[in-house]
């Protein structure tokens, strides 16, 4: 037996490290651990040396097969995949509304083809609130894996020709240029740097890199087991744990940081086979052996398990259950690790054809399935009329405007996009909307009003930022809201045409987010401080350049998604809004860093509109009316909702302000969403 043949048992317990970090990232049970999700790093690179030690010796000697290499990889991942993904789509088919069931079936689809990165980075902001609503966005990973594999046999193939010496640094070249473009991208594309392939191959190419200078050393002792040893793979483990437990969002990831848990990995696998003593029995203890062994099932199954459970628990979903969706989790994966993987891998000698046929027949079923829940929009005939009439709550949305929202490279097409003009196109723009999310959503209702005043206006907007001068946001060093913010502004203030600046958010910052250092984590006592400080200065400002300022204040929102929870209450026969709403004391608590700020600066405003006006005005924040949700999801308004404000809005913008809202009696609840 060579080498590359003996089962280097200390990767099973590194496995299961790799899943315990993410586990205990994604079910949210150690508070602080922000940093599970490098797992997922430690993962790739312990692909990368795992596949390499298997195939270099074979690679060199001219030996290598890619119909087994394929084989293989269907053998090992396709039972697991296939099985999660069926039962996935069961319980989306037996909870899910239609839209929520198409979603799924399209990320399905992505899944199968091994193209899901690509879907989630069109799509998902993998740090965002709405990833935790997507059944399948782990799978992303497995994408990265598997188009890696796409190309990486192919350079096994010509390994003979190119030699060892060759090989080595065609993998090291290519390891090196993708940390460089990682680099390079992950300011001004987090999202793609997160997602794609030639900005990961790096943490793939470590661990390749690690399995040929291991071949390249096979005529030399291993590393000698003792202390040296030890130390050196506890100071691994301790850089793995703890860049997970230090991660915050002011890091740049994949990046510089990530090669704290790449590296330290690296580090432990090179002295794993070495380990001696209480760290040798530790490190190969069965359990945590097992775990590893289990490890890509309990990483495909434990997601939607926690997605499914969030969803359905909501508030209530608190430690006691979270630990009980990590163990169900568990023993999901370990029923398919024993009944479909283990008698799988018994069988031996498969040729590429009867691997495929079986697989490929089994994926044609699966997506045929998929294909019918897009194509159906869902499967609507599982629900009442009424059911659907409240589901469809989630469409009744602003037309897109993300055109809108100006690019670093070119923000002068946003600013004089013809299409992101409101009210009267016949008249010039002489009104400004900037804000975020919730400035989009209420074009509809700001359009209509400067219509019917004969005047002309513009939307620029910025997902999560508020339009506020000189606060940041922590997001890994790239400071997009306060860049955005201060070239919006220098461009406002540049333009003497612009005679009134409107300024709607959710303001929701505010509360404990707004930072003065983007790397700095922000505190609630600072957060709130600085919003009081920048919501002043803004206003000054633009009173001083001869603006007139409109101020629209929080929306007060749902404990939920409106649409969704009308629906399921519908059809279970449960009152609509049975722990749905907020009362108007709970909204303005949960905002009262906001009219604490209000009165400082309430005799410079030319317009202010508080929508709980509208909403709360009996007490209880409504969230539909005669049915009609007033919310797409949460907390932003649908058309519908727009509609209501519409009136109110009519006289915000003709200088007719609401009374300015008291603060908060002392006491009152500070729920927050």
């Known amino acids: 037996m060579t080498a590359a043949d003996r ?281 945590l052996r097992y775990l590893g062994r289990i490890s890509y099932p309990l990483y495909l199954t434990h997601w939607p398990i926690n997605v499914f459970a969030e969803d359905i628990l909501q508030d209530n979903y608190h430690w006691g259950w979270r630990v009980g969706g990590l163990l169900l989790s568990v023993a999901a994966a370990a029923a398919i690790h024993e009944w479909a993987e283990k008698p799988i891998a018994a069988l031996k000698r498969l040729t590429l054809r009867q691997v495929l046929l079986p697989y490929g027949l089994a994926t044609l079923v699966l997506s045929g399935v998929c294909l019918w829940a897009v194509l159906s929009q869902g499967a609507p005939q599982r629900f009442s009329p009424q059911v659907l009439a409240l589901a469809q709550g989630e469409q009744d949305r602003a037309p897109s405007l993300e055109h809108c929202i100006p690019q670093p490279a070119d923000r002068q097409a946003a600013w004089n996009d013809p299409t992101c003009r409101l009210g009267d196109s016949t008249q010039s723009v002489t009104t400004i909307v900037l804000g975020d999310s919730h400035a989009w959503v209420a074009t509809p209702a700001l359009s209509a009003v400067l219509k019917a005043q004969g005047q002309g206006g513009r939307i620029v907007f910025h997902h999560d930022c508020p339009p506020l001068m000189g606060v940041h946001l922590q997001d890994g060093g790239r400071d997009l809201c306060q860049r955005h913010n201060t070239s919006t502004f220098e461009w406002v203030l540049s333009q003497p045409a612009l005679t009134r600046v409107v300024l709607v958010s959710t303001w929701i910052q505010g509360q404990s987010s707004l930072t003065d250092d983007p790397l700095v984590s922000p505190t609630p006592e600072r957060s709130r401080a600085l919003f009081a400080q920048s919501l002043a200065k803004t206003i000054d400002v633009l009173k001083a350049a001869g603006k007139q300022v409109v101020v629209l204040g929080p929306i007060p929102g749902a404990r939920r998604s409106v649409p969704q929870t009308l629906a399921r209450h519908a059809r279970a026969g449960t009152p609509l809004e049975q722990g749905l709403v907020f009362s108007l004391a709970e909204h303005r608590a949960r905002h009262d860093y906001f009219f604490a700020a209000l009165p400082a600066v309430a005799g410079r405003l030319d317009g202010y509109l508080d929508p709980a006006d509208i909403f709360c005005a009996t007490g209880v924040c409504q969230v539909h009316r005669g049915g009609k949700p007033l919310y797409f999801d949460n907390d932003h308004i649908s058309v519908f909702g727009a509609s209501v404000l519409e009136p109110a809005l009519r006289r915000a913008l003709a200088g007719q302000p609401s009374l300015l809202t008291p603060q908060p009696p002392a006491g009152a609840s500070t729920t927050t969403r």
């Open 7 to 287: 089962y280097r048992d200390d990767l099973d317990t590194l496995r299961a490290l790799a899943v315990g970090l993410v586990l205990v990232f994604h079910f949210s049970l150690v508070p602080g651990m922000k940093g599970g999700f490098l797992g997922v790093d430690v993962f790739f690179v312990i692909s990368g040396y795992i596949i390499t030690r298997k195939q270099l010796p074979a690679a060199l000697e001219g030996r290598f097969s890619l119909s087994a290499f394929w084989v293989a990889r269907v053998r090992r991942l396709a039972p697991a995949l296939l099985i999660t993904l069926a039962l996935t789509l069961l319980a989306g088919w037996l909870y899910y509304l239609p839209a929520q069931l198409e979603s799924l079936a399209t990320q399905a689809l992505a899944t199968q083809a091994y193209v899901a990165n690509i879907y989630y980075w069109r799509t998902v902001n993998y740090f965002g609130l709405q990833a935790k609503l997507v059944p399948l966005l782990h799978t992303w990973s497995l994408a990265v894996e598997e188009q890696f594999y796409l190309f990486y046999p192919l350079l096994l193939l010509v390994a003979a020709r190119l030699k060892a010496a060759l090989f080595a640094v065609a993998i090291a070249g290519i390891t090196v240029l993708s940390f460089v473009l990682c680099l390079w991208m992950v300011s001004a594309k987090p999202e793609a740097t997160f997602y794609l392939v030639p900005t990961r191959i790096w943490e793939l190419g470590v661990g390749c890199a690690l399995a040929i200078v291991e071949w390249h050393r096979r005529s030399r002792p291993a590393p000698a087991a003792g202390l040296p040893a030890t130390v050196g793979f506890l100071l691994g483990l301790a850089a793995v744990v703890g860049a997970a437990a230090h991660y915050n969002p002011g890091f740049t990831t994949p990046g510089a940081y990530s090669l704290i848990p790449v590296l330290a990995t690296a580090l432990m696998i090179w002295l794993g086979a070495s380990l001696s003593g209480w760290t040798y029995t530790l490190w190969h203890t069965g359990a």
